[in-house]
């Protein structure tokens, strides 16, 4: 089941027995829960009728204990399990909530939302190639996969949010937002309230200039521009990605932290392009959205894994620098120009 006709079954009240909610979309994920659990109880008693649980804090008899009570003056009753680290449980654990889920059919009168983080599971590569975990899990939930929505969705949505607020937007506040901020929707809609707060407060006009006043920057961004530029041999490029950082006056720990992230990624996405693999299995092995490694193997062509292992052991001797020593920013430019330089044409 997409999120798309999760949402329907929501607003048709087609509700029963228990949803595995998954993928990479937190945002959505949570918002859609919550409106599982208020169209389950219709108004009814809902402070009673709606329970909560996290997974961090809760056995699997405990859950059962939820999920076993009847409602209160109502046909149904909702139970949200949130934070359920489905991939981290030891094999009795996962065995006990699985006989937990078996046991849906034994409390009609409640329907159940597991919501597993996004870097909580791995279900392998769906439909074709489902992880034996997901089978295990999908066996007795219904899954709802929450996939991150594409720039075109993104921009409608935060559109909306303005025009809900009633503050005024510049038509291309929206995309700049997007590059600014990244697409991740937990993120947007923080940002979004910010500007909102700003522009009914000032009286002015949300435009991609006060995106840039007001939001902030996504660094993974800056840390992509900072790693292709290396692997590339751009030292005037890499130069100037790690200006961006200064001025921003980032803890240098910090962005190298960020740039190792990247080259580790990139990496991974590389080894397993030059063992054949396509996108979609790159992909779903790393638990990476598809066009965040469209980007790493357009970045990477040509490349060969052995120069970004070289990058990042340089890393690795910059971050003990950085916390051995005061260089600061100086360790970050001894790295750059110990690179390889581009080749001239």
């Known amino acids: 089941m997409t999120d798309s006709e999760f949402r329907d079954a929501i607003k048709s009240a087609r509700l029963d027995g228990g949803y595995l909610l998954f993928g990479d979309e937190d945002f959505l994920k949570m918002r859609y829960a919550a409106d599982m659990c208020h169209a389950v109880c219709d108004g009814q008693f809902e402070e009673f009728n709606i329970l909560k649980a996290d997974g961090a804090d809760i056995s699997a008899a405990s859950l ?5 009570g009847y409602p209160m003056m109502a046909e149904k009753k909702a139970v949200l399990f949130t934070g359920f680290q489905a991939g981290s449980l030891r094999e009795k654990e996962l065995e006990a909530y699985l006989g937990v889920f078996s046991r849906l059919e034994d409390y009609p009168h409640t329907v159940l939302a597991v919501c597993v983080p ?3 599971m791995d279900p392998g590569t769906l439909p074709k190639k489902p992880s034996p975990l997901y089978k295990k899990l999908t066996s007795h939930l219904t899954p709802v996969q929450f996939e991150l929505k594409g720039p075109a ?11 809900r607020a009633g503050a005024e937007a510049h038509f291309d506040t929206a995309d700049t937002m997007i590059a600014y901020c990244g697409r991740d929707m937990n993120i947007l809609h923080g940002e979004c309230e910010k500007l909102i707060a700003y522009a009914l407060a000032t009286g002015t006009q949300i435009t991609p200039a006060t995106v840039e006043l007001v939001c902030c920057k996504n660094e993974e961004d800056d840390a992509f521009a900072l790693a292709n530029s290396v692997l590339s041999g751009d030292r005037r490029g890499a130069l100037a990605a790690l200006r961006k950082y200064r001025d921003r006056k980032d803890e240098p720990v910090s962005v190298c932290a960020a740039l190792g992230r990247v080259l580790t990624d990139m990496l991974h996405v590389c080894m397993l392009q030059s063992a054949g693999e396509q996108k979609k299995d790159i992909a779903s092995a790393l638990r990476m959205h598809e066009y965040k490694c ?4 357009q ?7 052995a120069r970004i292992r070289a990058a990042v052991d340089r890393c690795r001797d910059a971050d003990m620098l950085l916390k051995s020593t005061d260089l600061k920013y100086i360790a970050l430019e001894r790295l750059i120009c110990t690179i390889p330089a581009k080749r001239r044409q």
């Not at 059962?64 to 076993?68: D, G, Q």
């Not at 469209?294 to 193997?297: E, G, I, Q, R, V």
């Not at 970045?299 to 894994?305: C, F, T």
Request: glycine share 4%; charged share 25%; proline share 3%.
């Open 64 to 68: 059962e204990e939820m999920i076993a």
């Open 118 to 120: 996004s870097d909580a």
């Open 153 to 163: 969705t993104l921009k409608k949505w935060i559109n909306t949010q303005f025009t």
């Open 294 to 297: 469209s980007l790493y193997m």
């Open 299 to 305: 970045a990477l062509k040509g490349v060969e894994p």
